[in-house]
Each structure stands twice: as structure tokens, then as C-alpha cells.
């Protein structure tokens, strides 16, 4: 059954990555790109890593797409409009997907089996960032803040 | 006898599976997935049909008239009238409109609803699906919504549309904080995120009388009075349907949709007011525990959907009462109230667990609480301006 739900899943994040990648309109590109993450989060549902599909979701569907989506409405006129083909992208993204590739089939470890590892339970994630990873933690909820109190800051209304 | 009642669902879909016994794992999985979904839209969409018509009747008991009293009795009928009239409305698409998003708008935002749906255990052992992380999920996938607005608006190629869309995304996005802060002091006292543990821990009784449901320590109180709101403002119900505010902007980003379309943003909304206050449910209310010991005969389920329809007067109760607000009041009070006061309650809930979770960390917890509201209170009423509104844009 997973085999099933891996193969329907690939096809899909598949499909809307290359519709992602390829469609004419800008903002359906934003949007296929929203699509295929959802399908990198069916995979982590797959996988049993539930808590890192929910966050996929949450920060990238929630958040990354919607900004996506205001900074192309914001930024350029042509929203509806065709966009050109653009081949120096598709000669890098080649170069990437290749390198990629070559450096995985290269590697060694990929043809040692795995040990086996125990599931990556919420709770589990929360005692380890709550133990052993309390500074990275305090000093990203520091940024975040700060970042908060700037996007606040850029938006107040000026004093006359 | 009452545990079999209680239990009847539960046995019922066992029934069911059996006959499939013998049969490929994978088939009985699948088969036990799909019950739940016919379950799930089976209960909603009549508990959809039957709100449409009571808000309506609700709403005209408030203001003095009869309201629908045509189809069956006491018109309850009109659902299904209704539903026959939006399915053979003609679906005017606009020319200019963005055909493929259009059409996927209202499905996204129906599908998100019916999917946050899913995590909230309607009885003892009675949940759609039970995940790990199930606070989480109705969060992360309720996060999707706003994009679907905005598809809504965008595709529609109309300025009311678009306009409504910013103003929808807008409070949304400022009320996801307060709705998602005011659930941690419930995840921080659990310890999980599971929705079936957080109905557990809310099981016994203080003094053998009063339920320990969260609301009534003094930040569960705070914190679900602000869940409350925020649901309301995320379902974008009166007060705070300010982005299809119809004396502005004709109807915000659902202008351009007609007939089914139409409905399915309707219904949207519904699910959504039905998952957010399942949640409130769940989080603060005991879930489907009773409110006595003697009262526990009475199944667990029929206790879950008596607050669910409590929680849902409510709603129509203030969209009989209360007007529309205007949008700048609506950010003032998400930021500069809500949010603090939000982070109160979590303050609030850690003072109570390390006081001992008794009458002193009740009382702590509720001084906390106070002090913070006050001295709030206060700073807002100094700084509130007077001076007449200023557009900076329209000048």
C-alpha cells in the first residue's frame, strides 16, 4: 500500500513541479509550486515524519506561498501576462539536477542499509529542542522577533 | 447498556469491516478510511443544512419575523430547497476571469475545512483520523485557506474581489496568532498535541463536582474567551465579516461566483465555524466528557455536539446582535490586545502548573491574569486618539 501512495505521490509533486517550472502565467507557477510542496509533505507523512510534514505545510503553504504569491501581485505588472521561456534556467537547473544525481550515485553510503531508527514522535522533537538544542532555539526565537519588531517598525505610521 | 450506546458507532463500523474479513490488509485499511469520511461528511454536511436553517430562524426570532416557514415543517425543509436552487443556478464564469483557479478556489477552501474537520474526536474513541501531532495539523492545514482566498480573489479579476481577498488575508493572517498562541498553555499543560489526550487530561472532577475542564482555571478562561473570538474572525462571521462587507465591497473575493460555486464558499465558511469551535470544544471544554458524574450515562458524543451547538448559537447570537466592525479596529485590537493577552495566558498557565495546579495556582494564575488585563486596559484608554480618522492613501 505505501509503494502505491509513494508512486501516486511522486507522480504528483512530479507533475506539479515541472508545471511549476514550466506554466506560462507566473502566478500559476506560485501556485504548482504550493502544490508540489504539499506533495514533499504527503512524503514526510510517508515516511513517518509527521511532525516535519506539518511544519512543511504550515511555514510553506501558510507563509512562503502566500508571500510567493503577494511579492509576484506587488512586484510586476505582467501578473496575468505570458512569461518568456527562459533557457539559461533550464541549462542550470540541468547542471543542478545532474550534479545532484552524479554526487548521490558517487556516494557510498547510499548501498548501506539504514540502522533502524526509532519514530520521530512530536514529543521526542520537543525533549531534544528543549534539552540539547535550547541555544540555537533561544537565538532563532531572538531573530524572529527582532525580524517582528522591524516588519513593525517598516510599517508604522510616521509621526507629523 | 450505556457503553454499548456510547460505543454504538465504534461497534457499528467494526460490523461493517467484518465482512470484509479474510480479505488483503490494505482492503480492510481502505474500507475503514472510507467509513470515516462518508462519516464525516455524512454528520457535517447535515449539521451544515440544519445551522443554514436554524441561523436563518435564529436570526428572525432576534429581529421580530417568522423566517422561512414555507418548506415542510417549521421550514425545515429549505435546506433542501435551497440546495436544489444553487445546484440549478446557472455558473457565470467571467470572461476575463482565470478559468483553472477560479474553479479551484471554492474547492480548496471546502476541502481545508473538511480536512481540520478530521482531527477532532467527536466521542470516546470516535476520530477521523488520530495523528501525533493533531492540534498541529488542524493548524497547519487551516493555514492553507488563505491561499485559497486568495486564489479566490485573484482569479476572479475584479477589483471587489481582490480587494475583499487583501482585507480576508489580512485579518486572517492577524488573528492566526492569537487563535494559535492561546492554544500552547493547553499543549504546555497536556504535555501533547494529540486531541484524544487533551480530552483525556480534562476527565475528572475537582472535589467530585466541577469538571476539570480547561476553561475554568482562570487562563483557560482567558485563553478560550480569545480562542473564541479569533475562530469567530477567522470563519469571517459578523462581527468581523469585514471582507464581504456587502455595503463596500459587494461580496469581497466571492463577487464573481454564482450558483454551486457560491454555496461551496457558504459551506466553507460553515465548516470552518464547525472546526473551530469543535476545537474550542475539545481544547477548553472537556471535549465529550460530561459536565457531572451522573450525567456520564448520557453518550459521550451527544455530549460533543451539545457543546458544539451551544458554541454555534453563540455565533448566530452575535450576528443577530452585534454590527459590523471597521477593519483598522479589527488590526488595533488583534495586536495591540489580543496578542499580549494571549501571551498572558501562556504566562498564566506555567504560574498555575508550578503553583501546584490548586486553589494558589488558580489564584496566582488568575492574578497574572488581572494585572496583565488591567495595566493594558489602561495604557490603551491613555493612548486611545480622538482626533478624526486620517486616510493616508486617499488624500
Not at chain 1, 533557457?87 to 548521490?104: H, P, Q, Y
Not at chain 2, 475537582?206 to 482555571?217: E, L
Not at chain 2, 479569533?230 to 464581504?244: A, I, K, W, Y
Not at chain 2, 458544539?308 to 488583534?334: C, E, H, K
Request: charge should be positive; aromatic fraction near 14%.
Amino acid at each position: 500500500m505505501s509503494s502505491a501512495a509513494f508512486v501516486i505521490i511522486a507522480i504528483f509533486t512530479l507533475a506539479a513541479a515541472l508545471a511549476a517550472a514550466t506554466l506560462r502565467k507566473l502566478m500559476h507557477a506560485a501556485l504548482s509550486f504550493a502544490a508540489a510542496l504539499v506533495g514533499l509533505a504527503a512524503f514526510f507523512f510517508l515516511l513517518g515524519a509527521e511532525f516535519v510534514g506539518l511544519a512543511l505545510v504550515f511555514i510553506y503553504i501558510g507563509a512562503v506561498a502566500v508571500l510567493i504569491v503577494f511579492t509576484i501581485l506587488l512586484t510586476r505588472r505582467d501578473v496575468g501576462e505570458d512569461r518568456g521561456f527562459n533557457w539559461a534556467g533550464v541549462i542550470i537547473a540541468l547542471a543542478v539536477f545532474c550534479g545532484l544525481t552524479w554526487s548521490i550515485l558517487a556516494t557510498q553510503s547510499i548501498s548501506i542499509v539504514a540502522p533502524h531508527i526509532r519514530a520521530l514522535t512530536v514529543k521526542r522533537i520537543g525533549e531534544a529542542l528543549m534539552t540539547g538544542y535550547v541555544w540555537p532555539l533561544q537565538c532563532v526565537g531572538v531573530l524572529l522577533t527582532a525580524a517582528l519588531i522591524g516588519a513593525l517598525i517598516l510599517v508604522m505610521e510616521e509621526k507629523r | 447498556m450505556s457503553k454499548s450506546i456510547d460505543q454504538v458507532f465504534v461497534n457499528a463500523k467494526q460490523w461493517l469491516l467484518s465482512w470484509l474479513a479474510g480479505s488483503p490488509t490494505w482492503l480492510i485499511q481502505v474500507a475503514s478510511i472510507l467509513i470515516n469520511i462518508f462519516m464525516l461528511l455524512a454528520v457535517f454536511l447535515t449539521l451544515f443544512a440544519l445551522i443554514s436553517v436554524l441561523e436563518r430562524k435564529i436570526l428572525a426570532r432576534m429581529q421580530n419575523r417568522y423566517g422561512p416557514n414555507r418548506v415542510g415543517p417549521f421550514g425545515l425543509f429549505q435546506p433542501i430547497a435551497d440546495g436544489i436552487k444553487m445546484l440549478i443556478k446557472e455558473d457565470i464564469v467571467p470572461e476575463r476571469a482565470d478559468k483553472i483557479v477560479h474553479f479551484l478556489a471554492p474547492v480548496l477552501l471546502a476541502a481545508v475545512a473538511i480536512l481540520t474537520l478530521g482531527v477532532i474526536p467527536y466521542g470516546r474513541n470516535m476520530a477521523s483520523f488520530t495523528i501525533d501531532g493533531g492540534i498541529l495539523f488542524f493548524f497547519a492545514v487551516g493555514s492553507a485557506t488563505e491561499l485559497a482566498v486568495f486564489m479566490a480573489g485573484w482569479a476572479s479579476n475584479n477589483k471587489f474581489s481582490m480587494l475583499g481577498a487583501m482585507r480576508a488575508i489580512a485579518q486572517m493572517f492577524s488573528y492566526e496568532l492569537p487563535l494559535i498562541i492561546t492554544v500552547l498553555p493547553v499543549v504546555m499543560v497536556v504535555g501533547s498535541l494529540m486531541p484524544d489526550r487533551i480530552v483525556a487530561a480534562q476527565a475528572e472532577y475537582t472535589f467530585g463536582v466541577v469538571p476539570r475542564w480547561f476553561v475554568f482555571t482562570p487562563w483557560g478562561a482567558a485563553a478560550f474567551i480569545l480562542f473564541f473570538v479569533s475562530g469567530l474572525v477567522e470563519s469571517n462571521r459578523t462581527p468581523f465579516d469585514v471582507p464581504e462587507g456587502e455595503s463596500e465591497i459587494v461580496a469581497g473575493h466571492m463577487t464573481e461566483y454564482s450558483g454551486f460555486k457560491y454555496a461551496t464558499f457558504f459551506m466553507a465558511e460553515y465548516l470552518g465555524m464547525f472546526a473551530v469551535s469543535g476545537l474550542a470544544a475539545t481544547l477548553f471544554l472537556g471535549g465529550w466528557h460530561a459536565p457531572a458524574r451522573v450525567l456520564e450515562i448520557v453518550p459521550s458524543y451527544i455530549w460533543f455536539f451539545l457543546k458544539l451547538s451551544v458554541l454555534l448559537f453563540v455565533y448566530i447570537w452575535l450576528r443577530g446582535t452585534l454590527p459590523r466592525t471597521r477593519i483598522d479596529q479589527m488590526m488595533n485590537i488583534a495586536w495591540k490586545f489580543m496578542l499580549p493577552m494571549a501571551f498572558t495566558c501562556v504566562i498564566a498557565a506555567a504560574v498555575w502548573h508550578y503553583a501546584g495546579r490548586g486553589l494558589r495556582g488558580w489564584l496566582w494564575s488568575l492574578f497574572v491574569i488581572a494585572i496583565v488585563y488591567s495595566a493594558l486596559s489602561i495604557v490603551l484608554d491613555i493612548r486611545r486618539k480622538f482626533a478624526p480618522r486620517v486616510y493616508r492613501f486617499a488624500e
